[in-house]
């Protein structure tokens, strides 16, 4: 199995549901603190890999919440630099294993790339924010 560097924000109700699904498929999860985190463009790239910009970003941070981030309307380093002044718009988790990096947490996808368990694969949404926040309508200006 594998030891995955997990980079949540502390108190998230679904981080913790999703690094359970880890240490259950037999993993070793190293969490780290998302927000405490010295990110640079550099570092923080890889974790998005061939992923379109607008799919790097968590849709329940404020900034996109309120329209004032709007991810559909951003280049990569604008992106970057947005994601780096205000963790809390990086999609979460960052998973690392070994050199390869991943953002955010779909269970198929997980499953395919280090494994879980088919009976502890949950149903329901494991990245929206279960407090019930809307997500922001429109377009780019």
Same mark, same amino acid.
């Given at each position: 199995?594998? &030891?995955?560097?997990?980079?949540?924000?502390?108190?998230?109700?679904?981080n913790a549901r999703q690094k359970r699904l880890l240490q259950e498929a037999g993993h070793t999860v190293l969490a780290?603190?998302?927000? @405490?985190?010295?990110?640079?463009?550099?570092?923080?790239?890889?974790?998005? #890999?061939?992923?379109?910009?607008?799919?790097?970003?968590?849709? @329940? !941070?404020?900034?996109?919440?309120? #329209?004032?981030?709007?991810?559909?309307?951003?280049?990569?380093?604008? !992106?970057?630099?947005? +994601?780096?002044?205000?963790?809390?718009?990086?999609?979460?988790?960052? +998973?690392?294993?070994?050199?390869?990096?991943? &953002? #955010?947490?779909?269970?198929? &996808?997980? !499953?395919?790339?280090?494994?879980?368990?088919? !009976?502890?694969?949950?149903?329901?949404?494991?990245?929206?924010?279960?407090?019930?926040?809307?997500?922001? @309508?429109?377009?780019?200006?």
């Amino acid at each position: 199995m594998a &030891t995955v560097l997990f980079w949540e924000k502390p108190g998230c109700v679904n981080n913790a549901r999703q690094k359970r699904l880890l240490q259950e498929a037999g993993h070793t999860v190293l969490a780290r603190d998302l927000l @405490a985190e010295p990110w640079t463009a550099q570092s923080l790239r890889p974790f998005f #890999g061939r992923l379109p910009v607008a799919d790097w970003f968590n849709r @329940a !941070a404020p900034g996109v919440k309120d #329209g004032s981030v709007l991810p559909e309307c951003l280049d990569e380093e604008t !992106a970057l630099a947005l +994601m780096v002044s205000q963790p809390l718009l990086i999609r979460r988790p960052l +998973m690392q294993v070994g050199d390869q990096r991943r &953002t #955010g947490f779909v269970p198929e &996808t997980v !499953a395919a790339w280090i494994g879980l368990r088919p !009976a502890a694969a949950p149903r329901g949404d494991l990245e929206s924010c279960p407090k019930g926040h809307a997500e922001t @309508a429109g377009g780019c200006p």
